[in-house]
């Protein structure tokens, strides 16, 4: 019984005490006090529990869970008791009989595998192998002739799953009777990554600032770091990187580490590991030496010394994910030293504790003029197999930059013998901030199917990542965070399924988009299928509208300067010259597109041969990805019959097109959801559709200036004229 | 009933259905719900309405709103009407009839002064004199010989505020059938200042980020704007200035004009005018002027038009609020103009709309080496009556900065023939951000008390601000405001007393600190006299214990630099001579303090005879000020017969004992609130007890190298030595 009870009834335990009347007041007392509470929309994420109402349902949920035997020997236990209590107690309005020891009466055991009985664990023996140490089992089993429902797993962190699982389960209003669920994680790090500074600002945030308070760390735990750890702990998140891979060296310096250790204690009891970026002069910023050398003797203690404090204050740090020599961060070749020099300086300082290195791929030279896509696998292929076993190199999904869509990236498969982490973002740097509503596990599922032909057929991304392919040690993906201070956490109220989805995928990247947009919805809003079908299809076409309404074709990189916000396909006058938009379209009279062929920059050839050749000609190149590999002129004939202007102005028209369905298909779904909630997506379609119409008109009046042809029947002429466009200007867009 | 207690208890009715074991775990059951809901604490602000449980109240309270006419026809009437449904229907758990026409079983009637019969207006017409424009009646009155109570106003926005009023009335159960409420605002401008910058950080701000969300404006309305009105309304608060003082231009563009429209629409229904911060160059950075010289023909029209342009897209905006020649901000004076010239211009623009400008004189010169106490005055006072009727001055409450405790303003009674607006600061800029629990209103009414015997005995400060001392045609009180994006809007619970206090004060400023302490500690926590007595003694004693330990006896100005956040006494390297706290105190080998009497820089003269005699002898100066006025030597003996650098040693300990002591209490408040509820306090106590020492600690080491005398008896040795003090560093403390 919690304390505040205690305080609310002195006299519980005598409960005579008491005549009915005034029970009855004070029952009426307890239910009052939550619906008086406003409670801001959002907030629960999909962990939001109702009451089940439907009888039989609840009648036979009440008889599954009557007894539980639940022996809760650690914080992580503690936590999985706790959240199935909250679940149950709120689904089923009822309190369930919760014991440290079994007995006859149980009707559900929620226990490790080390205390089961011989018995059941030698009937397991195969489902625990299959598990690993973070699945779990759920299944009907029978004990001493009776039926119960059985929750297990090889450690206490595979139970806290299957508790979320099991709770999943019950919203979803399945039958309990014949479960029989076998899963376990196929990546062993399913990781955020936090862009927060120590400002609390947070380099492509769209969901207002950081949620770390470093000011008032570590002696005030704002409630929301639970919160966020039971939403990370519900999807099998299990690593979060707290601070921006463009890093600070502060938060190394003890000051920081208190309060970073103070999270990590937040988040140990939902099997959270944390994870801090290493800025790579910091023994220079914070340390006094006048070196970051790798290869030097004082850099290499330095580093080592300060794993032993991490270690010291935080037992099960996570260790370091390193931005190093890209885009102005400093690394290894400042001092004439590689990648491999630096990252495997870092894990031998982590080694001995267990930790491990993150090293980001995502590289480009301020003066190497090859192409950008070209360079990542250029500086890392040549390194495969020289890092240690504690190093992992991460990827993004694409060549370039997060895009609405890009190839896959071709290091994915060219490095069997390092372990490569899938970078995925899941804030929309590029992808219209949190206004637009995007359904990225669409995005995601396409790079994860991807072929990279490596070992022949059926070598996909996902088997790469997997370590399936070449039986990598150690496997991972890591996903940019969409999350902040906003009290709906993401901003855009459906960017919480990307958050949502993303952990799916990072749990098991063979689910399906569909899938995983039908579990979401069903966890956020509703079980009614009047409401799923048309928003699922909503989902499902999110992520080719907007494609559709910014870089149809392959096209790529034609936003804004700096924050990206908006179109500037216009824009020429950068510094670097891979900043510009117009390096990567490269319009002219003639045409338009980037010749990645032979005849080009000769990308394609990154590929494997087959993919290669596939992308080496026009004809064969999947539409999508024509102008990535392809200059073509204005006038190339498509498969659809049309020329390649009036088929990119179509493209154009049909992301505008596809949000107005967005928003005629939410209108429609008015009478399934509470009017705020049906509100507040509405107005950011709103925006959508304004700032896809302005995609549209802005990048089709530009490229007209060289293609000279009217737009195609069909598409809207815009109401105002290329300078307008250009005039725009955004100096305070958020996330810059 | 309300509905969801019918799901939970389908069988409530028939009590008996129910075994006594059973509705034990009913109990239980309950008492967990509110968990399971997650509100999060204190978004509710003093706006909760819990059921009223007392059925001799609620009998009354049901019997007195059970027929309720009310004639709803303007947005802010429509506005009270939703208001005062919400609030019945929590409380009182029905749903009360309401109706547009009057009928015989009438108990209640909210209705305008125009919508009541001949009979009743002629009655209370000595009432509707008193309380004008915006105040309320609350008043048994009898129709055709039956009693009713009466909620009337002379305009819309008075109901509005008379149904909050009553609302509250409920919240405290007062007896209603013998209510005679008369009220009226004593100020006519009962302002915020928001310091929000465009890209969402606050100067100054500790509760997190701007709520104005420009990135989303005006499309996107979050449901936090209309809370935020809400709560403002309740208080009277009917202005909010929504930018920084230290001024954008780009705020006064049509795109960011759209964004401020779309927030005075939101705003409208509740009372709230929107003011902007005008930056006195804008002429130049936004309308392609090369000058902005306040006499410049251009200037003039361009601010004309400007203004046309405003009220078109704003038909109600209030005007500007302009910081200008002070801390780099631009003004008349870079073009050898007056404040006068500057401000009256702008007051010419805005004339034909109804607009004003308020003006601050906050100034202080880069390059005169006068005490920066005295230059405000030096430079406002000789330019009385020289502004325009629709120009206000807005002076900060004391003639430095918002400083712990300072004495009043001296400009405060000695420009009788100009609007003084108050300016106070909600927000803790110097006094522990949102970590100290501070109890502002304790300041506030030590200002507004203060007598400035500028007509005589009784010329309190009070009487300048409300314009009865000498007859101002607008009056007005400015808070710059503690929101932000955190949950509970203020960082720290109790910063939420220091919201509703400000607005209890700039409804009345004669409301004493202890009554406002308790209304908000019943409206957010509770009635109970056992919670509320010691709690509201806490309060009581915050404000004197923030200056205890951090400027006791007069000192001011010792934070550290540019953050303000802990003690930096010794820093004395800093460009300007007035931002260094060493220019304050002075402290030597001989003393401490800041001789302000004719010896010295003579700023006592500032104030009328009365007080400028007071506060020239040490003797007679009130202790608090002592060091204000004074520069005295250390073993100076004063009141209590100890000499000085003792009495400041205690002070700095006194203060660290009355944390513990503010600690203390709130333990034992533990078993009347939410656990939540208290620990969110207690952690916040904490810091703020670490933080009362750190000053003691660090400002003790540092004075004693002057004083070279040994801490007296009582005074705990600090654990570190002064050289740590100085060496700490806080980069990225918030609000800077």
């Not at 239910?31 to 349902?57: D, R």
């Not at 947070?202 to 470093?214: D, H, P, T």
């Amino acid at each position: 019984m919690n304390s505040k009870l205690d305080y609310v009834f002195p006299c519980l335990k005598i409960i005579n005490c008491l005549s009915p009347l005034k029970l009855v007041y004070l029952i009426i007392f307890l239910a009052i006090l939550p619906t008086n509470a406003q409670t801001p929309v959002g907030y629960n994420l999909w962990l939001g529990y109702p009451q089940i109402k439907k009888q039989t349902v609840r009648s036979e949920y009440l008889r599954t869970t009557n007894s539980i035997f639940f022996r809760a020997k650690t914080p992580v236990l503690q936590t999985a008791r706790k959240e199935l209590l909250r679940g149950l107690e709120a689904m089923l309005d009822t309190v369930s009989g919760v014991l440290d020891s079994p007995n006859a009466m149980n009707t559900m055991w929620v226990v490790e595998k080390n205390d089961l009985n011989q018995e059941l664990r030698r009937k397991l023996i195969g489902d625990f192998e299959r598990i690993g140490k973070e699945g779990f089992i759920i299944k009907s089993v029978l004990v001493n002739g009776k039926g119960i429902l059985l929750i297990t797993a090889n450690e206490d962190l595979g139970i806290l799953y299957g508790v979320f699982k099991f709770l999943q389960l019950m919203k979803l209003q399945k039958k309990l009777d014949e479960l029989n669920i076998i899963e376990g994680p196929k990546l062993d790090l399913r990781m955020l990554n936090h862009w927060d500074n120590l400002d609390r600002t947070v380099e492509r945030g769209y969901a207002g600032f950081s949620l770390w308070n470093w000011q008032k760390l570590p002696e005030y735990i704002d409630p929301r770091y639970i919160d966020y750890a039971r939403a990370n702990a519900s999807i099998g998140i299990n690593a979060t990187v707290l601070t921006n891979v463009n890093a600070n060296a502060l938060v190394l310096t003890r000051a920081y580490l208190e309060k970073v250790a103070a999270l990590a204690d937040v988040f140990r009891p939902y099997g959270i590991k944390v994870y801090l970026t290493a800025r790579f002069s910091a023994p220079v910023e914070i340390g006094g030496l006048n070196t970051a050398d790798p290869l030097n003797e004082d850099v290499i203690e330095w580093w080592k010394d300060k794993a032993k404090v991490i270690y010291q204050m935080i037992p099960d740090f996570g260790g370091f994910l390193v931005k190093a020599n890209s885009e102005g961060q400093p690394g290894p070749q400042n001092y004439g030293r590689t990648h491999v020099d630096g990252a495997n300086m870092l894990g031998t300082a982590l080694q001995p504790f267990g930790g491990i290195v993150i090293w980001r791929a995502f590289v480009y030279s301020a003066t190497d003029a090859t192409d950008r896509a070209k360079q990542a696998f250029a500086e890392f292929v040549p390194y495969d197999g020289k890092f240690l076993d504690n190093v992992l190199v991460q990827v993004k999904n694409g060549p370039i930059d997060f895009q609405p869509r890009e190839p896959f990236h071709p290091m994915f498969g060219a490095m069997p013998n390092t372990s490569l982490v899938m970078e995925f973002q899941i804030t929309q740097e590029y992808l219209g901030f949190s206004s637009h509503l995007v359904f990225l596990p669409k995005l995601y599922e396409e790079v994860l199917d991807a072929e990279t032909y490596r070992k022949g057929n059926n070598s996909t991304v996902a088997k790469v990542i997997d370590g399936s392919l070449f039986n990598n040690k150690i496997t991972g993906m890591a996903g940019v965070a969409n999350i902040g201070t906003d009290i709906n956490w993401t901003g855009h109220p459906f960017a919480q399924a990307n958050w949502y989805g993303y952990g799916r995928l990072a749990w098991n990247p063979y689910l399906s988009s569909d899938m995983i947009a039908d579990e979401w919805l069903r966890l956020t809003y509703s079980n009614d299928s009047r409401f799923l079908d048309p928003v699922k299809e909503m989902m499902a076409s999110s992520r080719e509208a907007v494609v559709n309404y910014m870089t149809p074709l392959g096209l790529h990189h034609l936003m804004a300067t700096g924050h990206h916000y908006g179109p500037g396909p216009w824009v020429n006058d950068l510094s670097r010259p891979e900043w510009n938009p117009t390096y990567y379209h490269k319009a002219d009279k003639f045409g338009i597109g980037f010749d990645r062929t032979p005849s080009g920059s000769n990308a394609s050839s990154q590929y494997a041969p087959e993919l290669a050749k596939l992308f080496n000609n026009p004809d064969s190149t999947p539409e999508e990805y024509l102008l990535w590999f392809h200059h073509l002129p204005w006038d190339y004939r498509l498969k659809n019959g049309e020329i390649l202007w009036d088929t990119l102005a179509l493209n154009y028209q049909k992301g505008v097109d596809q949000v107005k369905e967005m928003l005629g298909i939410w209108k429609q779904a008015k009478m399934y959801i509470s009017e705020e909630q049906y509100n507040e997506v509405k107005m950011l379609l709103e925006i959508q559709l304004k700032e896809a119409k302005w995609w549209r008109n802005a990048c089709l009046l530009y490229f007209q200036t060289f293609s000279e042809r009217k737009l195609p029947t069909g598409v809207e002429l815009p109401g105002e004229n290329l300078e307008y466009y250009k005039s725009l200007k955004f100096p305070y867009a958020p996330g810059n």
